[in-house]
């Protein structure tokens, strides 16, 4: 008798071996990443997609057993995230905390956040608020964390003890830690979004498509992060795997973008299209404006360009945002001295500032965007005129599948 309460203590009801032990800590991680980016961030958050009643509240269950974390906090933290991102009313911005804060103590950041009971109110609007959120979810966030200690010790013994551990710091670890830090620090882009955030890793498998988080800034209420041809998002692999067996019903994904030929002004639909795309406007202008004018400015100059820091150079995309006083002097100084490099920075600079909303009216955009296409095709540089003419035919094609 002795020995078996032995046995259950140190394996568990399962007598399992480690693989079994590994096997089952990946499922639960990755099933507690699932509710987290499927139904905390896609669908609760951003709207992008509603799931099946059953579906939605396994999620909110698993949640609650895997991590404590209530609905509404997470919601309100993240809404408030996109509406003051990179500000110092940001609850994690790795540009005012700095990376190393906001890695390894974003769950604390997290817990600070939630503690503001005026925004779990005016970002977690629309939340579930039904009896078994008040009374349980909510009420007693911390029983699904015991309540998890409690199964896996008894499945595993004292094993369970350290898989229980690793769960508990998956969350805080990879979402916390990882996606609003590393993805608002490190990466490349794909839209010059108002922000500093990063594509981690075209391939959104360990995270749940999170890693596409550049993508996510540039259309927030998409339920699909991944948008180009070489980029795979799990997690909306998992939603289409839903709405076939008739358990989701996508409501939102990114449009795309199409480009209409020989267009000699631009109409209503550019105007569309500039506002849905602004970030993958300006992102098209580096690369096909900017970026070629300092390659030739370096055929001309020899090395004097080369000279130009990397970091500065890409600033070029943004009019040097993100950069400090010095920098952003050392580069105005540099485009100074470049007229043709200066004139296309400058004419991005009025790009973006046609491309946000800031009360002006459709009718009063057009306009605008003429008189844009019109000057940017008079200043005799190709890239430019070239760009003018592209954008000319901008509009919405439909929505990326």
């Not at 109409?267 to 299209?273: C, G, L, S």
């Not at 400015?297 to 004097?304: D, I």
């Amino acid at each position: 008798m002795s020995d078996t309460l032995i046995s259950l203590a140190a394996r568990g009801l399962t007598q399992a071996s480690w693989g079994t032990w590994i096997v089952y800590l990946l499922v639960v991680t990755q099933l507690t990443i699932f509710a987290v980016t499927l139904y905390l961030h896609r669908s609760q958050t951003h709207r992008g997609v509603d799931f099946h009643p059953v579906v939605a509240h396994f999620f909110r269950f698993w949640s609650w057993i895997s991590t404590g974390m209530v609905t509404k906090e997470w919601v309100a933290i993240h809404r408030k995230h996109h509406a003051k991102v990179e500000t110092e009313e940001d609850p994690h911005s790795p540009q005012i905390y700095g990376i190393r804060k906001v890695f390894w103590e974003g769950v604390e950041l997290y817990r600070e956040a939630s503690e503001k009971r005026d925004d779990m109110e005016k970002y977690g609007r629309g939340t579930p608020d039904d009896w078994i959120e008040r009374v349980l979810y909510s009420g007693h966030p911390y029983w699904g964390p015991t309540l998890m200690a409690i199964i896996d010790l008894a499945l595993f013994g004292a094993v369970g003890g350290v898989i229980w551990a690793l769960q508990m710091v998956w969350i805080p670890f990879w979402a916390a830690g990882f996606v609003n830090g590393i993805g608002h620090w490190w990466g490349y882009r794909n839209f010059e979004s108002a922000d500093t955030s990063t594509n981690v890793s075209p391939w959104g498998v360990w995270i749940g498509g999170e890693e596409l988080h550049n993508n996510h800034h540039a259309f927030p209420s998409s339920a699909k992060f991944a948008l180009r041809k070489w980029e795979f998002d799990i997690g909306w692999a998992a939603i289409r795997g839903f709405e076939m067996l008739g358990l989701a019903k996508v409501l939102r994904v990114a449009p795309t973008l199409d480009v209409r030929p020989n267009m000699n002004l631009p109409d209503t639909e550019t105007v569309k299209a500039l506002l849905s795309h602004r970030f993958h406007v300006m992102s098209d202008y580096f690369r096909g404006v900017i970026a070629p004018t300092l390659r030739e400015e370096a055929a001309n100059a020899g090395a004097g360009i080369k000279a130009l820091p990397r970091k500065l150079r890409k600033a070029l995309g943004n009019g040097g945002r993100w950069l400090d006083a010095a920098s952003r002097e050392r580069m105005t100084a540099f485009t100074e001295k470049h007229p043709q490099l200066r004139t296309v920075c400058e004419f991005r600079a009025r790009l973006a500032e046609l491309t946000e909303r800031n009360g002006r009216n459709a009718e009063g955009m057009l306009e605008g965007v003429k008189e844009w296409c019109r000057e940017a095709e008079q200043t005799g540089i190709r890239t430019l005129a070239d760009f003018a003419a592209r954008l000319k035919g901008y509009r919405l094609a439909g929505e990326a599948a």
